[in-house]
Nanobody, 122 residues
Framework: QVQLVESGGGLVQPGGSLRLSCTAS????????MSWYRQAPGKERELVAT????????NYADSAKGRFTISRDNAKNTVYLQMNNLKPEDTAVYSC???????????????WGQGTQVTVSS
């Protein structure tokens, strides 16, 4: 059974920092691209950042560039999102996603965590 468990969310003041973690089990972590998404109340889910299976490439939403850093430790089956200079508009539930395309089976494997709340407020 695949599980993705996020941690590290909380309440932080504007300008502060948080580091989110997502630890995976039940899958071969090193084969999956990992992403962080967020969803604020009343808004659609937004892709925040993605990192390839080897960690060799990353991509960020414009809103995250220069402030957030995604990284992974394949030995620990964990992906991180370091968030600096947080703004009230970063308030959302942040979820991690594991995704892999099996070329042989022509099948996409896609798993989600439950999410962790990040609130940026003074």
């Amino acid at each position: 059974q695949v599980q993705l468990v996020e941690s590290g969310g909380g309440l932080v003041q504007p300008g502060g920092s948080l580091r989110l973690s997502c630890t995976a089990s039940g899958l071969t972590f090193s084969l999956y691209a990992m992403s962080w998404y967020r969803q604020a109340p009343g808004k659609e889910r937004e892709l925040v950042a993605t990192i390839t299976s080897t960690g060799g490439s990353t991509n960020y939403a414009d809103s995250a560039k220069g402030r957030f850093t995604i990284s992974r430790d394949n030995a620990k089956n964990t992906v991180y999102l370091q968030m600096n200079n947080l703004k009230p508009e970063d308030t959302a539930v942040y979820s991690c996603n594991a995704r892999k395309y099996d070329r042989l089976l022509k099948r996409t494997y896609n798993y989600w965590g439950q999410g962790t709340q990040v609130t940026v407020s003074s």
